[in-house]
């Protein structure tokens, strides 16, 4: 069955950088687009980044945009999210999810930017 | 950006009763390929969010036929016909017609 596993999250300081993973199991990771959405506690969905499937395209909210990269590693069926120059603001839930209709979500990592 | 407007934002329901959430764009939806990319998604408490409707009207699989969902253009509606207690949740509508992809606020709906 399709999985999808983040991890990376935890506590890190204003300015710092981070980066999450998601591992992807059950199906052909190769064959799909990623995307990351985010949530901030208490508050809705917001749209992060997404990747093509082969990673020659890639398109990130302005929120992020210069701050966040994008990638994956297909050998190891993982998509990665680094994040730097981190903000209070950019606290929130990570989750990865599959292909443009969302149809499989991870659990979610949490992300706490506190001084 | 293409700005994505739910209403009610909160939907008290009685158990059996049917429930509906309208869901608008700031601009049409259809894609140059002729498909309209609305989805609705659903996010019970304590759970990341699960697909439930996809180009507006397609029931992903294992979603009950109670879901249903409807709309055209810039106007689209999620539809319960009968609710349940395992329905309360927040629900979400999203296009990804064009980038950047955005949601909906979001509905709340629960159980009076």
């Known amino acids: ?115 | 950006d293409i700005i994505m407007t739910q209403t009610p934002l909160s939907s008290p329901v009685t158990l059996g009763q049917p429930a509906s959430i309208s869901c608008r764009s700031s601009q049409s939806l259809v894609h140059s390929d002729g498909n309209t990319y609305l989805t609705w998604l659903q996010q019970r408490p304590g759970q990341p969010p699960r697909l439930l409707i996809y180009r507006i009207s397609n029931r992903f699989s294992g979603v009950p036929d109670r879901f249903s969902g409807s709309g055209a253009g810039t106007d689209f509606t999620l539809k319960i016909s009968r609710v349940e207690a395992e329905d309360v949740g927040v629900y979400y509508c999203t296009q990804s017609t064009q980038f950047p992809r955005t949601f909906g606020q979001g509905t709340k709906v629960e159980i009076k």
């Not at chain 1, 959405?37 to 302005?62: C, F, H, M, T």
């Not at chain 1, 050998?75 to 994040?83: Q, V």
């Open chain 1, 1 to 115: 069955q399709v999985q999808l596993v983040e991890s990376g999250g935890g506590v890190v300081q204003p300015g710092r950088s981070l980066r999450l993973s998601c591992a992807a199991s059950g199906f052909t990771f190769s064959n799909y687009v990623m995307h990351w959405v985010r949530q901030a506690p208490g508050k809705g969905l917001e749209w992060v980044a997404v990747i093509w499937y082969d990673g020659s395209n890639k398109y990130y909210a302005d929120s992020v945009k210069g701050r966040f990269t994008i990638s994956r590693d297909n050998s190891k069926n993982t998509l990665y999210l680094e994040m730097s120059s981190l903000r209070v603001e950019d606290t929130a839930v990570y989750y990865c999810a599959r292909t443009d209709g969302l149809d499989y979500w991870g659990q979610g990592t949490l992300v706490t930017v506190s001084s």
